[in-house]
């Protein structure tokens, strides 16, 4: 009978029903969708900040000290180097997926037709392989904000790119020759950054350790890594941590732990984040995290009184048909036991195919924003159906309460 | 309210009020619906339009998004320093800065600048600053060549073309770039000291990239001796983000805002098909039909009306409270953002309540009254 009655109840009401489970399903997939995106957008918006450019850098341990006031580098050359193969153990370290690229440094000082002027070696984009793992890296990855009118040099030439002050001074144009130290070299593209490499020329690193006569040296490491907004507990000296504390120190991407893998893996070094990037980027990520937050709060609250009051009403409805079975002698507790039993089968249904929806929307909406999907935990899915179960109940209890205490007399003649 | 017997009232006012008084519970919930509706669409849109302005103002915090350089090698007249302050007054926070390679007592290289200290600790709030200087004879240090100068904090001396200064450190800088290896004094003392002037202006210019690339315009012709470029890093890595904030916060305003408005419609067209037997008998005493949609869209405009109203002021709540947890500054209310909300909500109770209407319109009032 109670089967009957419920199947009959939905058999026939297809109407009321189908609003009712509309509503909780678009209630779940808003929901679904909102939640996913406030967890995602933490990871999307730092690899966004990525374009930013480097957040840490690694100088040798024992370096003199930088005398460069804009793109003029006074530094004789020589002194402490890092050097070159140590770099792909960077992808060695515990936070190795997190590194999205880096890029080393060998600014040489050369003579460019009688004048000084800096050559800066590089990675454009380089291929290194740490054990089994192939990886590409270099300032294409690094530094987005470079521009080049012609081709990029390959790594392995002596093809260089020249700044387009510089350019401009010399009157040289992409695919003519630069002399560098009296020997010719080709010009493939015309760099243009915003900063002082508009004033350098810029070369692949085996061209300018070869210039420098210091094989295998660079200067310094530019590393673009995604890092979590750093706390007080970032700013903790490992050394002073106890041992558990110590492992969450290290297994936290802030920027000072992985500074400080860096350090461990490159010997001499000395690894520092870039405070303008790391600082900010921290920042900027904590306050639209903090904004997707909220929003997906008021979301959440306004899906629930939304659903809760379209099923209100439809519940409101039903009180002739309450009336009818308490007249029949149907007791509260079997009357409740039906409502309870539809409802908890509307918000499943709806909330299955809301969070598949849901799910849909977030992934389609990645996709069409940042260009990478927002994946939907499964974990999420008891959650949705949860949430559907309480609001469905919280809109059709009040209803369901108030019809069921009703006198059956006042219901059945419509004045309740 | 006592019922009253004349009719002093029209009829069709009375039959609004009585309408709602004696279906409270029906019409609260319809009522309830609009409201969230619109206090939801007001939220958002409020957020969506102000949100600009306050990230806009997170991002100032990378610092210079212009500078302007004196033409190789040379340093600025005070006329040109003149005229790119008077052009970024009112747009921007200008610092100059000046740069000269002194050496230490042991004859290592060094760079010094001068610049307005107050402006940069505003201009680079991310400079990790142990003491600023406070008087004259004090300097700022960079960490790395705190090690060299003056590993224990004690005064050191400088030279600069056989002048010397002797200054004492009040605190060291972090930043993880070039101004670490740099010593920073406060202009009035480089210049007496050197008798350089200011070589680079940075500029931290506020606005839409619309303002700034104006802002870099007027300062191309107010200075022509200089060179003036945005700072690529900067400018470009702000746009990115501010577009993809932008659209998602676009698409979840979408969300939130059609799951209400469905929501509404779902709890209206209920309410309507409830109500079925009073239009029968409406109609049966004799009113026509448009006096039944009249009445019906009157009662609809009401709800929309009030639920706007309140919504709105909710939601100004709401976008106010968002501002204020988040970025600690209150979402200033817009009541431009008003009539959309307004319109929005008497739409879609309309379309509520006159849809469902015209279907009941082919129904007998006989088959309406026996329950069919």
């Given at each position: 009978m109670?089967?009957?009655?419920v ?6 009401q ?78 060695g370290?515990f ?15 050369v ?56 350019a ?19 010009v493939?593209?015309i ?41 007080a507990?970032?700013?903790?000296n ?77 519940m ?33 249904a709806?909330g ?65 | ?43 958002m ?84 600053v ?6 004259p ?138 109500r079925?037997?009073?239009f ?51 979402v ?10 307004l ?30």
């Amino acid at each position: 009978m109670f089967v009957r009655l419920v199947y009959e109840s939905f058999r026939r009401q297809t109407r009321r029903k189908l609003l009712m489970a509309t509503a909780v399903t678009l209630g779940a997939a808003v929901s679904t969708a909102m939640i996913a995106i406030a967890i995602d957008i933490g990871d999307k918006i730092s690899h966004e900040l990525r374009s930013y450019g480097a957040n840490l850098v690694v100088t040798p341990a024992d370096a003199n000290l930088d005398v460069q006031i804009g793109s003029v580098n006074l530094k004789p050359a020589g002194g402490a180097a890092l050097i070159e193969s140590d770099l792909p153990k960077i992808k060695g370290i515990f936070w190795r997926n997190n590194i999205t690229g880096f890029t080393p440094e060998l600014p040489v000082n050369v003579k460019v037709g009688g004048a000084d002027a800096t050559l800066l070696g590089t990675y454009f984009a380089q291929t290194l392989t740490f054990g089994k793992q192939e990886f590409t890296t270099g300032a294409r990855k690094t530094f987005p904000w470079w521009k080049v009118n012609g081709a990029w040099p390959a790594d392995d030439s002596n093809q260089v790119l020249v700044g387009e002050k510089l350019a401009s001074r010399l009157g040289i144009k992409s695919g003519s020759k630069i002399q560098i130290n009296g020997v010719d070299d080709p010009v493939v593209g015309i760099v243009s950054t915003g900063s002082v490499e508009d004033d350098e020329i810029v070369a692949p690193l085996g061209l300018a350790q070869r210039i420098a006569e210091e094989p295998g040296a660079v200067g310094k490491i530019f590393v673009s890594a995604v890092t979590k907004p750093e706390d007080a507990f970032a700013r903790r000296n490992p050394d002073s941590l106890t041992p558990a504390d110590r492992d969450r120190w290290y297994c936290s991407p802030y920027p000072q732990s992985i500074a400080f893998q860096l350090q461990e893996v490159i010997p001499h070094s000395h690894a520092e984040q870039i405070r303008q990037v790391a600082q900010n980027e921290g920042n900027i990520l904590s306050r639209i995290e903090g904004l997707m937050l909220l929003i997906t709060l008021a979301a959440l609250f306004t899906s629930g009184l939304a659903v809760s009051a379209a099923m209100a009403t439809a519940m409101f409805e039903r009180r002739q048909e309450i009336g009818l079975m308490k007249a029949l002698g149907a007791g509260q507790f079997a009357l409740s036991a039906i409502f309870v039993t539809e409802a908890v089968l509307l918000a499943c249904a709806g909330g299955l195919v809301g969070f598949a929806g849901g799910a849909l929307l977030a992934r389609k909406l990645g996709q069409t924003i940042f260009g990478s999907a927002i994946a939907v935990e499964p974990v999420l899915l008891p959650l949705i159906l949860g949430l559907a179960i309480i609001v469905t109940f919280a809109g059709s209890a009040a209803a369901i309460r108030r019809a069921v205490k009703y006198d059956p007399v006042n219901a059945l003649r419509g004045e309740a | 309210m006592k019922p009253r017997q004349s009719t002093g009232t029209p009829m069709f006012l009375r039959m609004l009020t009585r309408a709602a008084i004696l279906r409270k519970r029906t019409a609260l919930s319809a009522l309830i619906a609009i409201i969230v509706a619109a206090s939801a669409s007001t939220a958002m849109l409020n957020l969506f339009v102000d949100v600009q302005g306050k990230l806009r103002k997170e991002f100032r915090g990378f610092g210079a998004n212009i500078i302007v350089e004196a033409k190789t090698g040379g340093s600025f007249t005070r006329d040109d320093l003149q005229h790119i302050n008077s052009a970024a007054a009112g747009h921007g926070l200008a610092v100059p800065f000046a740069y000269a390679v002194g050496h230490t007592s042991d004859g290592e290289a060094v760079v010094i600048a001068g610049t307005d200290l107050e402006l940069v600790k505003r201009l680079n709030p991310w400079w990790a600053v142990s003491a600023w200087p406070q008087r004259p004879g004090q300097a700022l240090v960079g960490v790395r060549a705190e090690k060299i100068l003056a590993p224990s904090g004690e005064p050191f001396t400088l030279g600069y073309q056989g002048r010397t200064l002797h200054l004492s450190p009040a605190g060291t800088v972090r930043t993880g770039a070039g101004e670490d290896s740099r010593v920073y004094l406060s202009l009035q003392e480089f210049q007496a000291w050197t008798g350089l002037q200011p070589s680079v202006v940075e500029i931290a210019a506020y606005g839409s990239a619309a303002e700034v690339s104006s802002l870099l315009s007027t300062l191309r012709q107010s200075a022509p001796a200089a060179d003036v470029r945005p700072v690529r890093q900067v400018t470009e890595g702000e746009a990115n983000i501010l577009k993809k904030t932008r659209s998602t916060l676009l698409w979840s305003a979408i969300f939130i805002v059609s799951t209400a408005a469905l929501c509404v419609l779902a709890t209206l067209t209920g309410w309507v098909f409830d109500r079925r037997r009073d239009f029968a008998i409406m109609k049966a005493i004799g009113a026509s039909d448009w006096l039944i949609a009249a009445f019906v869209a009157g009662e609809a405009a009401v709800l929309a009306s009030v639920g706007a109203l309140l919504g709105f002021m909710a939601g100004v709540g709401i976008a106010a409270w968002i501002g204020r947890a988040n970025f600690h500054a209150p979402v200033s209310p817009r009541l431009d953002v008003f009539p959309p909300v307004l319109i929005g909500c008497l739409l879609v109770t309309l379309i509520a309540t006159l849809l469902p209407l015209r279907l009941l319109r082919h129904i007998q009032p006989a088959m309406i009254l026996r329950g069919e």
